[in-house]
């Protein structure tokens, strides 16, 4: 059995993991959620009797799968048993790959479009059929019963007819996206009893991280295999429902009842509420946004530590930027903060793009990371992403673990698409990607190079692969969409191969992103901006207070030393109406200091 | 769980065959060269962890060659599994993988090894104009093996020895009609990834004439090891740990010794003396390296077995083959039995003639007794005696039919009170029928006798030539032995031998008949009238079955004989059945009379007063090529070996030709000529009816014209 250090869990961490029944984790910000979970999960590894047995983990990103999966590794412990991955990996793999033949739609083979291939579906139909609309309004998401468009009401039934065509033409070149992923596997968990009988029988445990962003679809597919598992498999869900700031995309922090009564499962309800990550000033003021009804403390090294949070609703929009430079000077500079622990977190991805311009001029002495900077389409499961990962990175014995996984997963995507690999190990794949070298600074052409350099010396035309084929597409012309766009922001150094490296780096820079996308992530210095209302909260939600109250709660609990917020003015509407400061943070009542 | 079907598609020599297997113990019956080595391997490249990387492998030669053009056909072979449930949890993945849902639930689970041509070229093919041949040949020019990919497939629906089903899944290659539909649901889905079917599933393949003993001196394929290694999975090391130690002294103790350590001593000053201090190696020492490794150890067990004396153990090398083998063969069990422990869920043992193994009682025994729960088992023999150790409904029987092999089970389609009744009659007669290219089935011993001598010497072949056997069921009744012989059964022709019993002598009745006489016709009467049943019960047992015929003397076959024109034969052994020279001069003037009634009648008497079968015997001696052949034996043997070839009728023209030579020097000239011509025929330069015309004109009196005249 695997066994920890006394002092890597506190009592709250080893009474959930302990727990011999299904659980149900609330875990406040910083509360060792994440270790919890790696250390559940390394504990039931350690406990399963057969090697017919899987334990499975839902995790929101690849990334936070990879992290895990590492985490237990260096635990010791041998994940040959263990699934990790998204819920739409988990779809894909576990459900309409095996089972395709059972589903109409899915029969006769199909392809997993990307989000990016979407998008532009939708953009063609928008200008075609759209009367107006854009891709944006596009927006849906499937449930148990039927689909949900996101976008404003009046919209909706313009939107509706362009979805049926684009359904349509999904269909017609057998393909899927994400969101279909989610409805056909829902769809044949519920047609044919058998899949959750055989998979109930083969999971053990199912563990769910990030709950709160989970749709009701999803529980749906979970619950049904709970259920068929007559109790075998048990649950370990965990979450912050403070944090569901996916309800757009219809993610929801189900109840543990209403859970219970889905899945037949029988819950342990807990809670984590120590917050190890922040000082105690940072705590108190996030904890203005708890809906629950716990009361978060913070109990780790910086608890004493005296934070700055202040508040500006004066900076006109034409001098945010110098504002933004300025805290960014005072946190490094003044305060000693390494460039890396600074975040810069705005609302909208344009906001953060001329915000990325800007300061990569104003501060060329620092660099920049983060989702808004990345050259090219982040496409999990593209064959070359997946190929690029290996070929941007250097090989070092802080990466081994992560290459060697890395050259596992295209050695899969070979076989997938159809290459003979039984030549092909992960270390000789290695092996003959550290061998290639190009000398183009041009970032897409240096890549294009190696991967032209590559498949040859692996004895292999991609050419005649047509999976092979189009994904390498798809790949360098949304890459080369990225870029292109990036540069006309004035991002000049996007197109630099330096730039295509640092993607897969270890953390370094300041990181600028969206809200959404620093979820899970923590920086000493959070500085937030275009807190207005509108934008946080987004003027389609409905509850705004909740959805207001999610968003700061997010943004300020990724703070642990220094929190910065501004309500930038000026900003204008699409009318002519200027943008006001956030509701829900006007009305709250918050000693803020001045920083000088 | 066990495999219930095995399907093969233009594997080696197999065209299309389906083999069915039960539960428990299946024999596989073929001669050689009838494709028992392809489909076990067959099996192998989907189960055998030892030949699976095969399967990626397949070249051009593993086609069938039958295709002809190869390329663009593809090579299926398909398992199917039963006795599976998705109630178990030890077989889920397994299922997760390859079982087929129907309805609520699995109720099989198939997997299958495609070799078939990339979607690149399925595309293509699916372009082509209807009957556009020379597109296809054109395409078809440009396939190679490059262009070919090895898929594995579960959950498949389609009947792939249905020929109809292939066009439907690869195409048409005579029409020129390819499916439009590149990704057939019908083939099943890909297997995914994790997907190993050698963790699911215990498969332990014994070769035929393997060498045991060297298999037992390998330690990577000792079996014992297996087993030590197997028993429970791991090594206890606490349990190791005293033995560890013990190992380490002795390893020092050995150092200790005086005379290793004054060796060391003399290595060194030798070294230092050699090539002095500066070049000499800083350290030298000689150590005991016994391994204290588990597993190092472990290999220092052997097996000893006490084979004949009691008291005497000897190792494996000292053992007979055959009891090495039976060693081997019980050891692959105890491995299944552990691996039981280890949680597969389904053990396959399939062994290659076991013949070669063991002793046939032996083997009939360990067979009998090996019932374990979830082991199934597969060997194939070409020995008459094992095939009794089987039931008749686990065997499946190979037959080679020009370059391809066909597969039949014995007893599809029947009741089981049918079925009951075959075994019964092959465990009592221990039959060779299963292995016979083609059969004759008598219901005496004046036909098992009489006819293969016969055939002999009127044809110059052999029954055994022929690959007819002849097999007498003596009083069980034709039609529960040729009920086999079916579409969906044994595909082999088999013709039926017997006599119609119609009466010979006037049955009407007369007034002044004695009593005996009245006795006799109405037993003639009787006889016919049971002859007609039993030949309108025949007639409807063959109709509409094209591999089964019926034959019959009009009479019974002694007095078709004579009728046949061989009087003169049986009247040359009559001195060998009477002694009184009065009775030997009425018999054969009976036998020369040429009246039914009376030759007939003495030749039955002559029969009865020896015995059949003796008679038989006597009679023998008096066949010679001059002999007439009953008609209906001619057609029989016909139906039974047919085609003829071309081969064997110059073999029969040959054959009588050197009988009339041998008769007739004179005839010479005539056999010269007649040589050549026979030599033309077999060169294919005149066909068979000029043959035979030239036959006639050479020697018009040859027994034989009148039988090449019905062929």
């Known amino acids: 059995m695997f066994v920890w250090n006394a002092d890597d869990l506190d009592a709250d961490q080893v009474e959930a993991i302990k727990q011999p029944g299904s659980v149900f984790l609330s875990a406040c910000p910083g509360s060792g959620k994440t270790r919890t979970l790696t250390y559940k999960i390394a504990l039931e590894l350690s406990l399963l009797t057969t090697d017919k047995q899987r334990v499975v983990a839902i995790t929101y990103t690849h990334r936070a799968a990879d992290e895990i999966r590492e985490r237990i590794e260096q635990l010791g412990v041998d994940t040959g048993q263990l699934w990790i991955g998204t819920i739409h990996s988990f779809c894909l793999e576990w459900i309409l790959r095996p089972y395709a033949i059972y589903h109409p739609a899915l029969k006769n083979g199909f392809g997993v479009i990307n989000a990016h291939d979407s998008e532009r579906a939708h953009e063609a139909l928008c200008l075609q059929h759209g009367g107006g609309l854009r891709s944006f309004d596009c927006g849906h998401y499937f449930t148990p019963t039927g689909y949900v468009?996101?976008?404003?009401?009046?919209?909706?039934?313009?939107?509706?007819?362009?979805?049926?065509?684009?359904?349509?033409?999904?269909?017609?070149?057998?393909?899927?996206?994400f969101e279909m992923i989610l409805a056909y596997a829902h769809q044949l968990i519920s047609d044919v009893p058998s899949i959750s009988i055989l998979l109930g029988s083969i999971f053990t445990i199912v563990l769910v991280d990030e709950f709160q962003d989970t749709k009701e679809i999803q529980y749906g597919i979970l619950g049904a295999i709970l259920k068929a598992s007559k109790g075998q498999a048990r649950a370990f869900i965990v979450g912050d429902p403070n944090q569901a700031i996916y309800g757009s995309l219809g993610g929801y922090a189900i109840t543990s009842a209403e859970l219970s009564r889905l899945s037949g499962v029988a819950f342990k309800e807990l809670n984590l509420s120590k917050n190890?990550?922040?000082?105690?000033?940072?705590?108190?003021?996030?904890?203005?946004?708890?809906?629950?009804?716990?009361?978060?403390?913070?109990?780790?090294?910086?608890?004493?530590?005296?934070?700055?949070?202040?508040?500006?609703?004066?900076?006109?929009?034409?001098?945010?930027?110098?504002?933004?430079?300025?805290?960014?000077?005072?946190?490094?500079?003044?305060?000693?903060?390494?460039?890396?622990?600074?975040?810069?977190?705005?609302?909208?991805?344009?906001?953060?793009?001329?915000?990325?311009?800007?300061?990569?001029?104003?501060?060329?002495?620092?660099?920049?990371?983060?989702p808004g900077m990345v050259p090219f389409a982040r496409d999990i499961d593209n064959f070359w992403y997946k190929l690029a990962r290996i070929i941007l990175t250097e090989a070092s014995p802080q990466l081994y673990i992560r290459r060697n996984r890395w050259a596992g997963e295209v050695i899969a995507a070979f076989d997938l698409a159809g290459v003979n690999t039984d030549a092909i190990t992960r270390k000789s794949l290695l092996r003959v990607s550290n061998g290639i070298t190009s000398n183009v600074t041009d970032g897409l052409a240096n890549l294009v190079e190696c991967f032209n350099a590559m498949l040859p010396a692996l004895g292999i035309d991609y050419t005649t692969y047509p999976m092979l084929t189009e994904h390498y597409d798809a790949f360098v012309e949304s890459s080369q969409k990225r870029i292109d766009r990036l540069t006309a922001d004035g991002v000049d150094a996007i197109a630099d191969i330096a730039t295509f490296r640092k993607v897969f780096d270890l953390k370094s820079g300041i990181t600028v992103s969206t809200i959404h996308g620093v979820k899970g992530a923590e920086f000493e210095a959070v500085i937030a901006f275009g807190l207005l209302e509108g934008m946080v909260p987004h003027f389609n939600e409905s509850d705004k207070v909740a959805a207001a109250s999610k968003l700061l709660y997010v943004i300020g609990s990724r703070a642990k030393k220094n929190l910065h917020l501004i309500s930038e003015t000026g900003r204008r509407r699409r009318g002519s109406e200027l943008y006001m400061p956030t509701d829900t943070l006007l009305a709250c009542s918050f000693t803020y200091d001045l920083v000088t | 769980m066990h495999i219930s079907r095995l399907q093969l598609v233009n594997y080696r020599n197999f065209s299309r065959a389906t083999v069915k297997f039960q539960k428990g113990v299946n024999t596989i019956i073929g001669e050689n060269g009838s494709g028992k080595t392809n489909l076990f391997r067959a099996i192998r490249l989907l189960l055998d962890d030892n030949l699976m990387r095969m399967a990626y492998r397949l070249d051009e030669r593993d086609f069938h060659r039958g295709l002809g053009e190869w390329r663009g056909h593809w090579i299926?072979?398909?398992?199917?599994?039963?006795?599976?449930?998705?109630?178990?949890?030890?077989?889920?993945?397994?299922?997760?993988?390859?079982?087929?849902?129907?309805?609520?639930?699995?109720?099989?689970?198939?997997?299958?090894?495609?070799?078939?041509?990339?979607?690149?070229?399925?595309?293509?093919?699916?372009?082509?104009?209807?009957?556009?041949?020379?597109?296809?040949?054109?395409?078809?020019?440009?396939?190679?093996?490059?262009?070919?990919?090895?898929?594995?497939?579960?959950?498949s629906s389609a009947d792939f020895a249905d020929p109809a089903v292939y066009r439907s899944l690869v195409g048409d290659f005579e029409a020129v009609m390819f499916p439009n539909e590149l990704t057939p649901p019908e083939i099943g889905g890909i297997v995914p990834g994790m997907f190993s079917i050698s963790n699911e599933i215990g498969f332990t393949f014994i070769q035929a004439l393997?060498?045991?003993?060297?298999?037992?001196?390998?330690?990577?394929?000792?079996?014992?090891?297996?087993?030590?290694?197997?028993?429970?999975?791991?090594?206890?090391?606490a349990a190791f740990a005293p033995i560890t130690k013990l190992v380490l002294d002795l390893n020092s103790s050995i150092e200790e010794l005086d005379d290793v350590s004054a060796i060391r001593h003399d290595i060194r000053d030798t070294i230092t003396d050699a090539a002095g201090e500066t070049y000499s190696p800083k350290s030298l020492s000689i150590r005991s390296d016994l391994s204290d490794e588990p597993d190092r150890l472990f290999q220092s067990l052997k097996l000893f077995v006490g084979e004949a004396e009691a008291d005497y153990e000897g190792g494996i090398h000292e053992l007979s083959l055959g009891g090495a083998n039976l060693i081997y063969l019980t050891l692959k069990l105890l491995e299944f039995k552990y691996q039981k422990v280890k949680q597969t869920f389904a053990n396959f043992l399939i062994v290659e003639e076991?013949?070669?193994?063991?002793?046939?009682?032996?083997?009939?025994?360990?067979?009998?007794?090996?019932?374990?729960?979830?082991?199934?088992?597969?060997?194939?023999?070409?020995?008459?005696?094992?095939?009794?150790?089987?039931?008749?409904?686990?065997?499946?029987?190979?037959?080679?039919?020009?370059?391809?092999?066909?597969?039949?089970?014995?007893?599809?389609?029947?009741?089981?009170?049918?079925?009951?009744?075959?075994?019964?009659?092959?465990?009592?007669?221990?039959?060779?029928?299963?292995?016979?290219?083609?059969?004759?089935?008598?219901?005496?011993?004046?036909?098992?006798?009489?006819?293969?001598?016969?055939?002999?010497?009127?044809?110059?072949?052999?029954?055994d030539e022929l690959g007819v056997s002849l097999i007498n069921i003596r009083s069980t009744g034709f039609s529960n032995v040729a009920i086999l012989f079916h579409d969906q059964r044994i595909r082999k022709n088999c013709a039926i031998i017997t006599d119609l019993d119609k009466a010979f002598i006037d049955l009407t009745p007369d007034p002044l008949d004695g009593d005996d006489l009245k006795k006799s016709k109405k037993r003639a009467f009787a006889s016919q009238k049971a002859g007609q049943g039993r030949a309108s019960a025949l007639a409807s047992l063959c109709q509409g079955n094209n591999w089964l015929s019926a034959h019959f003397a009009d009479h019974t076959f002694e007095v078709d004989f004579i009728l046949a024109g061989n009087s003169a034969a049986v009247v040359s052994i009559v001195g060998d059945v009477y002694s009184?020279?009065?009775?030997?001069?009425?018999?054969?003037?009976?036998?020369?009379?040429?009246?039914?009634?009376?030759?007939?009648?003495?030749?039955?008497?002559?029969?009865?007063?020896?015995?059949?079968?003796?008679?038989?015997?006597?009679?023998?001696?008096?066949?010679t090529p001059e002999v007439y052949i009953p008609g209906y034996i001619v057609k029989a043997l016909f139906n039974a070996h047919r085609p003829i070839s071309d081969e064997i009728l110059a073999c029969i023209i040959d054959y009588r030709l050197k009988v009339q030579l041998e008769a007739n020097d004179a005839l010479r000239a005539q056999f010269e000529t007649m040589h050549i011509y026979l030599e033309r025929f077999r060169t294919g330069d005149i066909d068979f009816a000029d043959v035979r015309d030239e036959m006639l004109t050479a020697f018009p009196g040859d027994r034989i014209n009148t039988i090449l005249a019905t062929l």
């Open chain 2, 76 to 155: 299926i072979i398909s398992l199917e599994f039963t006795d599976v449930s998705q109630d178990e949890a030890i077989q889920s993945l397994f299922l997760h993988g390859v079982g087929n849902i129907a309805g609520a639930a699995v109720d099989r689970a198939t997997y299958n090894l495609v070799f078939r041509p990339n979607v690149s070229i399925r595309q293509k093919l699916s372009e082509l104009a209807a009957g556009d041949e020379t597109a296809l040949a054109a395409l078809r020019q440009e396939i190679s093996l490059a262009d070919y990919e090895t898929v594995f497939t579960g959950k």
């Open chain 1, 149 to 177: 468009i996101s976008c404003a009401d009046w919209k909706r039934p313009k939107v509706d007819a362009l979805l049926q065509r684009y359904w349509q033409e999904l269909r017609a070149n057998r393909q899927i996206d």
């Open chain 2, 210 to 237: 393997r060498d045991v003993v060297a298999e037992f001196q390998n330690n990577r394929t000792n079996p014992l090891l297996t087993l030590l290694k197997g028993k429970s999975g791991e090594i206890d090391e």
């Open chain 2, 580 to 623: 009184d020279p009065a009775t030997i001069t009425l018999a054969k003037a009976d036998l020369v009379s040429g009246d039914i009634a009376r030759s007939g009648t003495r030749v039955l008497t002559m029969a009865r007063h020896v015995g059949k079968g003796w008679f038989a015997i006597i009679l023998g001696k008096a066949i």
């Open chain 1, 276 to 370: 190890y990550r922040s000082a105690d000033r940072i705590v108190s003021f996030f904890e203005n946004f708890n809906q629950l009804a716990s009361n978060i403390t913070a109990e780790g090294e910086l608890k004493d530590f005296a934070s700055v949070i202040s508040y500006d609703c004066s900076t006109n929009r034409n001098a945010l930027e110098a504002e933004i430079v300025r805290l960014i000077r005072y946190n490094i500079e003044m305060v000693g903060i390494p460039p890396s622990e600074v975040c810069i977190v705005g609302p909208q991805w344009p906001l953060l793009a001329s915000m990325t311009r800007h300061l990569v001029t104003a501060l060329p002495e620092y660099s920049f990371s983060g």
């Open chain 2, 354 to 463: 076991p013949e070669a193994h063991i002793h046939t009682h032996i083997q009939k025994t360990l067979f009998d007794r090996m019932n374990y729960d979830e082991t199934q088992i597969i060997y194939s023999t070409h020995s008459t005696h094992i095939s009794e150790a089987s039931n008749v409904e686990n065997i499946n029987i190979l037959g080679r039919n020009g370059s391809v092999c066909e597969v039949y089970q014995p007893s599809t389609g029947l009741d089981p009170n049918e079925i009951g009744n075959i075994q019964r009659y092959l465990d009592a007669v221990r039959s060779n029928l299963l292995f016979a290219k083609s059969v004759l089935l008598v219901e005496g011993d004046a036909e098992e006798i009489l006819i293969p001598i016969l055939i002999k010497q009127v044809f110059g072949i052999s029954l």
